[in-house]
């Protein structure tokens, strides 16, 4: 598959506050060049909502000096180098991997096990409830290891490898003429 992509000035603003914000989920295979595509979603409780940009980007690590000024942990650096329109088919497999397939995976089993377990809890033995405890809080560290690594393996086994055209940026609507109609054939203010 053949994208277009034009030049981004400028780095966008990645944050997320208490789980809301705008971050990138959908992450493409890494080309011949160390770059792929991702898009820039509108997050709310760090789930995706809504696509807002398609990017083409390259992961660069930080520096361990640079790394060690934060006081937060920093996984890694994005350099965004471009900018494509977005893919449904990425956009739909971003929505199905977040709001399905996590949720039946995650909570999914454990609200079905805690919902019968009440009634199981007097005849366990001390042993058998402190293995449930613990399996309980394993859980969730176990689930997201093995989503991520599901994840990983597609990305680089699976994914759809992208051919990258570079291109003139579309025209804005500052860039029409009042008397042209723009390239989609509407036209702002028409009632």
């Known amino acids: 598959m053949v994208d277009r992509v034009w030049e981004v000035t400028g780095q966008p603003v990645l944050t997320t506050y208490n789980g809301f914000g705008s971050g990138l989920r959908g992450f493409t295979r890494v080309d011949g060049s160390g770059r792929c595509f991702a898009t820039r979603w509108l997050l709310a409780l760090y789930l995706p909502v809504f696509p807002l940009t398609r990017y083409y980007l390259s992961e660069h690590p930080l520096d361990p000096l640079d790394a060690a000024r934060h006081s937060y942990i920093v996984l890694g650096r994005y350099q965004i180098d471009g900018e494509s329109r977005p893919r449904a088919a990425e956009i739909l ?48 560290f176990l689930v997201i290891w093995g989503l991520t690594t599901l994840r990983d393996v597609y990305r680089r086994r699976w994914a759809p490898l992208r051919t990258v055209t570079w291109v003139d940026p579309p025209p804005s609507v500052t860039d029409w003429p009042d008397d042209r109609l723009p390239p989609d054939g509407w036209r702002f203010g028409d009632d």
């Open 93 to 140: 497999r971003t929505y199905a991997f977040w709001w399905l397939i996590v949720p039946l995976v995650g909570p999914g089993p454990l609200l079905l096990v805690g919902r019968h377990l009440h009634g199981v809890a007097d005849t366990m033995s001390t042993a058998q409830t402190w293995m449930s405890i613990a399996g309980f809080l394993l859980w969730p």
